[in-house]
Nanobody, 116 residues
Framework: QVQLVESGGGLVQAGGSLRLSCAAS????????MAWYRQAPGKQREMVAG???????RYADSVKGRFTISRDNAENMVYLQMNSLKPEDTAVYYC??????????WGQGTQVTVSS
């Protein structure tokens, strides 16, 4: 089992920045993929950024150049740095992990609201 707890969401004006944090605990050594997803009202959940162990990050086209995913293995943390935020970035953001057995784990989500 892997437990994920997000923090760092909030209200920000368009053009501003936020950094989301995800604290991972449990069977972390088996996790080989971490990602951030988001879900806006009335829309499907989508992957915003993903990071494979030993691989490069990948991003949704809508956030490329603005968001950066990073991982601190020593602290069991995953971050999402979000710059130049837009109102359309408003959503609940979820931390996600997948282990070597392809089991998926989700955090409880953190709300990000970008005002125009």
């Amino acid at each position: 089992q892997v437990q994920l707890v997000e923090s760092g969401g909030g209200l920000v004006q368009a053009g501003g920045s936020l950094r989301l944090s995800c604290a991972a605990s449990g069977s972390i050594s088996r996790v080989n993929f971490m990602a951030w997803y988001r879900q806006a009202p009335g829309k499907q959940r989508e992957m915003v950024a993903g990071l494979q162990n030993g691989g490069s990050a990948r991003y949704a086209d809508s956030v490329k150049g603005r968001f950066t995913i990073s991982r601190d293995n020593a602290e069991n943390m995953v971050y999402l740095q979000m710059n130049s935020l837009k109102p359309e970035d408003t959503a609940v953001y979820y931390c996600y992990s997948r282990d070597i057995f392809l089991r998926a784990y989700w955090g409880q989500g953190t709300q990000v609201t970008v005002s125009s």
